[in-house]
């Protein structure tokens, strides 16, 4: 795959192995390392790990790769690329326009506590388990710090896909998998773990007294799959717009899919052991990854070393999903509305950053302020991975398998028959019945509970 830039002016993925890190960069970041470990722990451990794994093969995988052949055969951002396969349903990735903006409000917020991590971490003041709590609750350092962060990925994605996204995906990914397989393999030598391996392996059927409880198992699965795949907020229909013919996006789709899939794997198997073995609760939520692998650090004879290694490449993760997120909107308002790249970055950068400050704030000052039961930050989160992804999916399901149609869809997945889709009908009954039809059971079960 070659770098260049089509008619359109449009930039490309200089190679296959760039393209592949930063679409799994878009997929691995918060939701593999700080959401899928406190998710799994409260879902009754390997309960929600079936459900989830049946998600990423009847959800993750269909949709993840009809948005990479929406993308391609679009060559433009998510609304255009729907838009051209039929007009009127823009709207299809007007869905992930949105999405993506809904999760930067409170991805930003995440993203500020690691890069406070990080620096405290440096400065060899390793945080206290307990710090969390109170840092959360601040006003103003917790704001400066999702605003840099938030600068930082308008800073990438101002340089475009091959020099900026590209370049950062294709160096950084990498390194964090490396690093957390280092400290898995640590993780797991310490006293008490295997309590947590049992905890993500065994089922906890206390978990599942009453229908209300499957169903919210189910519901948090197919959401952490959207999430941790970015599916249903246009990324990958956008990354999928800068692909050339000569990518076998099959072969794209299982690979971007297993390592998802693998790191959050290994992030369980690096975070639970530690919560068992220095005596926190597997279920603490948002706070989990901050507040047990610092007590991992605090441990280690060079645990400034690896907690300042280790958060900087939770931080680089953060930042190759949530550019994927910023790209999307950019791409949009480039190709929608003639803006340059830096206006269409600017614009964003600063409505967003708005939205970041109350979401921010609901776990201190405006803690009390409610809507619909839910603080500010729940509910950005609630909006994003329970009601626009989700609708996002089952439009898409509809335009490609209802619309558009298995030949159409076999013919750009197999970029005109140069590599063969041996799967055409197995994933033409995913994409048509299967897939929409449990994303309408999970939807509806979420609102009748």
């Given at each position: ?14 190679t296959?192995f ?16 700080w ?8 879902g009754?451990g390997?309960?929600?790990l ?17 948005e ?12 255009d ?10 709207f ?25 991590y ?5 400065s ?10 109170e ?10 710090w999702?605003?840099?962060?938030l600068l ?32 898995m ?17 065994m ?9 209300g409880?499957?169903?919210?198992i ?13 599916l249903?907020?246009g990324?990958l229909?956008?990354?999928?717009s800068?692909?050339e ?16 899939t693998?790191?959050?794997?290994i ?6 052991p ?23 650090f ?8 690896a ?6 490449l ?11 997120l ?9 190709e ?7 206006k269409?970055?600017v614009?964003?950068?600063i409505?967003i950053?708005l939205?970041?400050?109350p979401?921010s704030?609901s ?14 930050f ?63 059971i ?8």
């Amino acid at each position: 795959m070659s770098k260049n830039v089509s008619g359109s002016g449009r930039d490309k993925w200089s190679t296959g192995f760039g393209f592949i890190m930063s679409a799994a960069g878009s997929a691995v970041g918060l939701g593999n390392i700080w959401k899928f470990p406190y998710v799994c722990g409260t879902g009754g451990g390997a309960l929600f790990l079936a459900v989830y794994i049946f998600f990423v093969l009847v959800l993750g995988y269909p949709i993840l790769l009809t948005e990479l052949s929406v993308g391609r055969h679009g060559g433009s951002n998510a609304v255009d690329a729907c838009e051209k396969i039929k007009k009127g349903w823009g709207f299809a990735g007007g869905f992930g326009v949105a999405g993506s903006a809904a999760v930067l409000a409170y991805y930003c917020t995440v993203g500020g506590w690691v890069m406070k991590y990080l620096f405290s971490t440096a400065s060899g003041n390793i945080p206290l388990p307990s710090y969390f709590s109170e840092y959360s609750t601040m006003t103003a350092e917790p704001v400066v710090w999702q605003t840099v962060f938030l600068l930082i990925n308008g800073i990438i994605v101002v340089f475009g896909v091959s020099k900026g996204i590209e370049k950062v995906s294709s160096v950084l990914l990498p390194l964090l998998l490396v690093f957390l397989v280092g400290l898995m393999i640590y993780s797991l030598t310490l006293n008490g773990a295997a309590e947590g391996v049992k905890f993500l392996l065994m089922p906890d059927f206390s978990k599942i007294s009453s229908f209300g409880d499957v169903a919210d198992i189910v519901v948090k699965a197919m959401g952490q799959v959207f999430f941790s795949l970015s599916l249903g907020m246009g990324t990958l229909i956008t990354y999928g717009s800068y692909l050339e013919k000569d990518n076998d996006l099959s072969r794209s789709t299982w690979i971007i899919v297993t390592i998802d899939t693998a790191i959050a794997m290994i992030s369980g198997l690096t975070v639970l052991p530690a919560v068992f073995a220095m005596g926190l609760e597997p279920d603490e939520g948002a706070g989990l990854i901050f507040s047990t692998l610092t007590a991992v650090f605090g441990g280690l004879s060079y645990g400034r070393i690896a907690g300042t290694v280790f958060f900087a490449l939770v931080l680089f993760a953060a930042i190759t999903s949530s550019i994927s997120l910023l790209e999307t909107i950019v791409s949009f308002l480039t190709e929608r509305y003639g803006l340059s790249r830096l206006k269409a970055t600017v614009i964003p950068v600063i409505i967003i950053g708005l939205l970041c400050v109350p979401a921010s704030l609901s776990y201190g000052v405006l803690s009390d302020v409610r809507i619909f039961g839910l603080t500010v930050f729940e509910l950005f989160v609630f909006l994003s991975d329970q009601i626009i992804m989700p609708l996002g999916g089952f439009s898409l399901c509809i335009l490609a398998g209802r619309i558009w149609g298995r030949k159409n869809m076999e013919r750009e997945i197999s970029s005109d028959g140069r590599y063969p889709f041996r799967l055409a009908g197995v994933f033409d009954v995913m994409i048509k019945y299967l897939s929409p039809a449990m994303i309408i059971i999970v939807f509806v079960s979420y609102f009748i509970r």
